[in-house]
């Protein structure tokens, strides 16, 4: 099975911004309501945020609320996580998968990719 391949990560201080994107051209993305999780040092993996197949309904953690943004684009198998006014809680390894339901949040697929790491200085 084809995993996805996350990138845009980086450094950055409090207060900036990063553009992650998401590529998972092996499990017909655009079938499936997708979400990013992150993972901090010591902490078990928590959703950020997801959205629907279309992209009309997004869904955010209360933690990245008003900060950061989900889309999609269906045609490229791409995912994005717009990421502004970044604080040092966010330093995390972020992760995309598709979800079983915007319900649960729980990840459909076992097999993840490596991620990308965003590491926010004070």
């Known amino acids: 099975q084809v995993q996805p391949v996350e990138s845009g990560g980086g450094l950055v201080q409090a207060g900036g911004s990063l553009r992650l994107s998401c590529v998972d051209s092996?499990?017909?993305?655009?079938?499936?309501?997708m979400a990013w999780f992150r993972q901090a040092p010591e902490r078990g993996r928590e959703w950020v945020a997801a959205?629907?197949?279309?992209?009309?309904?997004?869904y955010y953690h209360d933690s990245v609320k008003g900060r950061f943004t989900i889309s999609r684009d269906n045609a490229k198998n791409t995912m994005y996580l717009q990421l502004n006014n970044l604080k040092p809680e966010d330093t995390a390894v972020y992760y995309c998968?598709?979800?079983?339901?915007?319900?649960?949040?729980?990840?459909?697929?076992?097999?993840w990719g490596q991620g990308t790491q965003v590491t926010v200085s004070s």
């Open positions: 998968n598709a979800v079983s339901s915007v319900t649960t949040m729980l990840p459909r697929f076992a097999s």
């Open positions: 092996g499990r017909r993305f655009s079938r499936y309501e």
């Open positions: 959205l629907n197949q279309n992209g009309d309904k997004t």
